[in-house]
């Protein structure tokens, strides 16, 4: 779906001395079918960004649209229909697998679940539970551990099938070969979907068709990866950061550019 954000304001605590302003004039245009991630350090708008997508919150002023039409012309359950989440928190009922996967869904076939667990690497995962599908998850799902309750929200994903993708720090939580392991099935989940990940770790989003740097509230810069690197602003700063927290992040990155980050 194509997606245009125009000039949105969002502020928190208006007019009190706490007050922040979370967004300050954010446009943005998303094609059909694009890979965008949201970097910034804390604070810098980008979680508030993606909640007004659906409408969690609500801005001061500007707008969303969706393929030509304002957000606030769709009916609340529709315009969340078109939309899936995978986040870093997890939520799992104490319940079984099979419930916890088709929450809020109807019809859901076997083959369909079938389906999205083997796209999540989830199906040996399941043939080793006691009772499969109907086993119960325990509380918080206590039986499963990180990258597993990650793979059961990006099933989830899976099932619901819409057209927009939202992942909030999905892999942040998760040590590098838990990230690995479920890299496969985000890119398998964003084929054909018009995909916003907000990012902690940059290894996540070598793939994105525009990357958007947030400071303050504000989009620094929009770009590929490659073309924010050259430019050496904001993007590039936090790459530098990056890279000394996580190196295997930058392994395939340009030489002139892996040079500058150990410098």
Do not use: C, W
Not at 35 to 57: C, D, E, W, Y
Not at 128 to 137: Q, S, Y
Not at 183 to 191: N, S, T
């Amino acid at each position: 779906m194509l997606i245009e954000i125009k000039d949105l304001y969002k502020i928190y605590n208006e007019g009190k001395e706490s007050e922040v302003r979370a967004l300050d004039g954010v446009t943005l245009h998303i094609d059909r079918g694009e890979f965008v991630a949201i970097v910034g350090q804390s604070g810098s708008g980008k979680t508030t960004l993606i909640n007004l997508l659906p409408r969690f919150l609500e801005p001061e002023s500007g707008r969303v649209m969706i393929d030509g039409r304002d957000i606030r012309d769709f009916r609340l359950g529709s315009l969340r229909s078109r939309i899936a989440f995978v986040t870093q928190d997890v939520v799992i009922f104490d319940d079984t697998l099979r419930n916890n996967l088709t929450y809020g869904l109807e019809n859901v076939t076997d083959e369909q679940i079938r389906e999205a667990l083997e796209a999540a690497s989830l199906t040996e995962m399941v043939a080793e539970l006691p009772d499969g599908l109907d086993t119960r998850t325990g509380d918080g799902g206590s039986l499963f551990s990180g990258g597993q309750k990650q793979r059961i929200s990006i099933a989830r994903a899976f099932l619901r099938n819409a057209p927009i993708l939202i992942m909030d720090e999905a892999t942040s939580a998760l040590d590098s070969e838990s990230e690995e392991k479920i890299k496969d099935a985000l890119i398998e989940l964003m084929k054909g979907r018009t995909t916003f990940m907000v990012a902690h770790r940059f290894s996540t989003i070598e793939h994105a068709t525009q990357i958007v740097a947030m400071a303050d509230g504000v989009v620094q810069e929009t770009g590929t990866r490659e073309e924010l690197l050259v430019k050496n602003g904001l993007f590039a700063e936090l790459s530098r950061l990056q890279a000394l927290e996580h190196p295997g992040d930058f392994s395939d990155a340009p030489a002139e550019t892996a040079t500058e980050v150990q410098a």
